[in-house]
């Protein structure tokens, strides 16, 4: 095998998991609620993109267009919903997973199995005798160019300060004049606007099916085990150790080894470090500090 | 009062403060309500009953999970997994050895796999200490990494001895049960099937009320309540958990032998997201803390999709979600421990002094 389309299989691998992950980390790593309905908040982002676009909106509005439905519906069912379960964490999850089957099955009633598809736009890179999808590429930028992002929002911002504080200790920060509330919900809408955003970006590559969002679960899932408590440096460890698995068992053995082996590197993961690859980090960290 | 002091007394071991219906007054219902379905096959024939029979297995698996979520605290999506796993092995052991000693012998042994497969996942999560929502997105990722891999098993080289696992299909021409003595055989199927499978969930239903209002019920409760304090008081909690575990694993399993005998049929889309889901909405809506619930509410609502479905109507998944919801937001203590906190009211009202402890609520 070629390295260099081992490098494009891995960053490929590396974008899908990041960006299936990450709208997922962000509530769990700053809320503690697991979004069970998140493949539908992707599913629903991948909608409203295939939608504008046929109707002739440019692809990259019908791609904002995707993420601002998403985002308004999680902004809408934060607000009705999820806001009443934060302290009954498993009943969230059922919750937001009934969610996810009133919204696929709800798009399947009013919109049928399936939609007329986009196709992936900006043709091909080729080199030698391969060529790749340039789109793909894209995908690989985009990703870190989400985490970036993300990094500068909750580190840089006054609204990351005052997110952070929010996780860290609620009540010290609403005696400071933090509005609780009101954090809450802009990380559940950043949340479902991420989702919405891989929605939208993979609506191109990807059969836009009311089904679809399952096939983000196992990645999504497994990345969050595995990544630990800590929200980006989790996401992107996860996305970087579950992406060279993937390459490579998918490589030697097919997609459906890939997903066996990222299972089975979850459970071995969450067996040895019960705080997931950031805990290891920061052991480390700790015991270089001690010496 | 003799007759009524013995019947007090052989309702005892099921009776306790985890259970709701410790009255006399329940039992004698129990005991006509257990009468008139055992007279459902007489009074509207086989084909009526062995559609009966389906509602009657998946309230096995409902309780399966009642078990571990209501009454331990894990919230499990894998239920499924360890249903179809026993269904499949069913498949694979009864048609490979087709005898009727082999079809009554792969009984157990599928419940035996399918209760080894929950062993060793439970070991893994419970004693790498995984906490609450880790172990549902495993369980559930399992059941997805399962349902993927059933379901690209359709070539010639997916096949075990003469059976093949047929991919998206599943296995069709699944053996009845079957059990023989010498040369006398019983093959279960239209009644006598439904009449099996209400006793073996009448001897579930029954010997899990023993347990749960038993010693070792009381640190599941402990365990669920708070775990760090049972740990402190001495228990093993990581044991306690993986015991149950094992538990719902074999009652799945043993559910999943039923449902491959009853359809003589598997597939993958037992370990599908849909079904993975089916077993929290029965437990949740039906009262998550109470084995009661768990049955009314699965016999109620697969009977439901079931009317819903043979009209063609698309909606069932949505009034599902729906129900799901709404019970999750405002009775999260489940429809049936409602019902019966309404009912000891209005009969506290009637009559003016109080009942008995036996009328207490969980």
Not at chain 1, 1 to 11: E, H, Q, R, T
Not at chain 1, 15 to 25: D, N
Not at chain 1, 104 to 121: C, E, F
Not at chain 1, 195 to 223: D, I, K, N, Q, R
Request: proline share 3%; aromatic share 12%; glycine share 12%.
């Amino acid at each position: 095998m070629n390295p260099l389309n081992l490098l494009f299989l891995f960053a490929d691998n590396f974008a899908f998991i990041v960006l299936s992950a990450v709208g997922l980390a962000v509530i769990f790593g700053m809320m503690g609620v697991i979004n069970l309905g998140h493949g539908e908040f992707i599913m629903i982002g991948a909608y409203g993109t295939t939608l504008s676009a046929n109707a002739g909106v440019p692809l990259p509005l019908a791609m904002v267009i995707g993420v601002l439905v998403t985002a308004v519906m999680g902004f809408v069912l934060e607000r009705t919903i999820i806001r009443r379960l934060y302290d009954r964490l498993l009943d969230s999850m059922v919750a937001t997973w009934a969610i996810g089957l009133i919204l696929t099955q709800g798009v399947r009633i009013a919109l049928g199995n399936s939609i007329p598809q986009i196709s992936t736009p900006l043709g091909t890179i080729a080199y030698g005798e391969f060529s790749y999808s340039t789109y793909r590429v894209v995908l690989s930028v985009v990703a870190l160019a989400v985490l970036a992002g993300l990094y500068v929002l909750f580190t840089r911002t006054e609204f990351g300060i005052r997110a952070r504080a929010t996780i860290q200790d609620p009540d010290t920060a609403r005696a400071l004049g933090v509005d609780t509330d009101r954090m809450y919900t802009s990380t559940f809408v950043i949340g479902s606007a991420l989702a919405g955003l891989t929605g939208a970006l993979y609506a191109p590559t990807l059969t836009v099916v009311p089904g679809m969002g399952s096939s983000f679960l196992v990645e999504a899932f497994v990345a969050v085990v595995i990544g630990g408590p800590s929200v980006l440096l989790g996401t992107t460890l996860s996305g970087g150790l579950l992406g060279v698995i993937d390459a490579l068992f998918t490589n030697l053995y097919g997609t459906f080894f890939g997903q066996i082996a990222m299972l089975l590197t979850a459970i071995v993961v969450i067996r040895l470090l019960s705080n997931g690859l950031t805990g290891l980090v920061e052991d480390v960290r700790n015991r270089m500090e001690g010496e | 009062m003799g007759i009524g002091d013995t019947f007090d007394r052989l309702c005892r071991p099921f009776e306790g403060p985890n259970t709701i219906g410790n009255t006399r007054r329940f039992w004698i219902g129990f005991v006509v309500v257990v009468l008139a379905l055992l007279g459902y096959p007489i009074g509207f024939g086989g084909y009526a009953a062995s559609s009966a029979a389906l509602y009657l297995l998946y309230a096995i698996l409902g309780l399966s999970l009642s078990i571990i979520w209501g009454y331990t605290g894990i919230l499990s999506f894998g239920q499924v997994v360890f249903f179809g796993i026993a269904g499949y092995s069913f498949a694979l052991i009864s048609m490979n050895l087709s005898s009727t000693l082999t079809t009554m012998l792969a009984l157990p042994i599928s419940v035996a796999v399918a209760t080894i497969a929950s062993l060793v996942l439970g070991y893994f999560m419970f004693y790498g200490e995984v906490r609450d929502v880790y172990v549902t997105i495993l369980t559930l990722v399992v059941s997805i990494v399962m349902n993927t891999f059933m379901a690209q098993t359709a070539g010639s080289e997916w096949t075990v001895g003469s059976v093949a696992l047929g991919g998206f299909n599943g296995i069709p021409a699944i053996p009845s049960l079957t059990f023989s003595v010498g040369d006398a055989s019983v093959v279960l199927d239209g009644s006598s099937f439904y009449w099996f499978t209400l006793i073996a969930l009448l001897v579930v239903y029954l010997g899990l009320r023993a347990l749960v209002n038993g010693r070792f019920g009381y640190t599941m409760v402990a365990t669920r309540e708070d775990e760090d304090r049972t740990e402190m008081l001495g228990y093993d909690v990581r044991r306690i958990k993986l015991l149950v575990f094992g538990l719902g694993g074999a009652l799945a399993g043993f559910a999943g032998v039923l449902y491959a005998t009853w359809g003589n049929y598997v597939s993958p889309s037992v370990f599908g997201i849909t079904f993975a889901s089916i077993p929290v909405v029965w437990v949740a809506v039906g009262g998550r803390r109470s084995l009661l619930g768990a049955v009314v509410a699965t016999v109620v609502i697969e009977w439901f999709r079931q009317q819903l479905s043979a009209t063609g109507s698309q909606y069932a998944m949505v009034i599902v979600g729906a129900v799901l919801l709404l019970a999750i937001l405002f009775v999260p203590e489940g429809v049936i421990p409602r019902l019966n906190v309404a009912l000891l009211n209005v009969r506290d009202r009637s009559e003016t002094t109080p009942d008995s402890p036996d009328g207490t609520p969980e």
